[in-house]
């Protein structure tokens, strides 16, 4: 397992091993101990499942609330999609700022990502599935986030248009947000 730091602390790039031959391929996308091995003690309690039938689908940015604050394990296994994280932890040196990564099934690249950031993506690719694991169980009233489009924050999105969620289209921008993280 290859663990590369990002500009935003905390936020992991991760790239398993994959062994492939004519049949195909294998890899071990988790495990407790190589993770631990790294220094990453995460409880995860549910994985999740996002099936995008289309490329430009847009969902984000959310995240959970203290003290259902959720750390997340992403992974794309068919398709590709554009991840962006953004800090929102008083304190952090890197709060308001994005970062974004492509993540498919070719590369075989997963997120580690802390609670405190917003999280989200847009499909690059039709029927893209997304896959995580989450530390803390789905809290419905600790649920939030900030608007996609936010021009405080400037995210180069891809190119594409945009298919979103009523919900995502109505969310805070960062300015008008009072974060419950800390760093």
């Known amino acids: 397992m290859d663990v590369t730091r990002t500009n935003i602390p905390g936020v ?4 398993p091993e994959v062994f492939g031959d ?3 391929f294998f890899s071990e996308t ?3 101990r190589r993770f631990e091995d790294n220094g990453l003690v995460v409880d995860f309690v549910q994985d999740n499942h996002a099936f995008s039938a289309q490329a430009g689908v847009l969902r984000g940015l959310h995240f959970q609330s203290p ?3 959720q750390t997340k394990l992403v992974r794309v ?4 999609v554009f991840d962006v994280v953004v800090d929102l932890r008083k304190g952090s040196p890197a709060y308001g700022r994005w970062e974004g990564f492509t993540l498919s099934a070719e590369n075989h690249r997963q997120l580690l990502i802390p609670a405190g950031l917003a999280h989200g993506y847009m499909t690059l690719e039709p029927d893209t599935d ?4 989450v530390d803390r169980y789905y809290s419905p009233e600790h649920d939030g986030g900030i608007l996609w489009c936010d021009p405080g924050l400037g995210i180069a999105w891809p190119d594409l248009p945009p298919v979103l969620s009523q919900k995502d289209v109505r969310l805070p ?3 008008d947000f009072d974060s419950p993280f800390s760093f």
Not at 12 to 15: D, E, N, R, S, V
Not at 130 to 133: A, E, G, I, R
């Open 22 to 24: 004519h049949r195909g």
């Open 77 to 80: 296994t068919r398709g590709a």
């Open 130 to 133: 997304f896959l995580y694991k």
């Open 67 to 69: 003290p259902m604050a």
């Open 12 to 15: 992991l790039l991760i790239k």
């Open 173 to 175: 921008r960062l300015k």
């Open 30 to 32: 988790y495990s407790r």
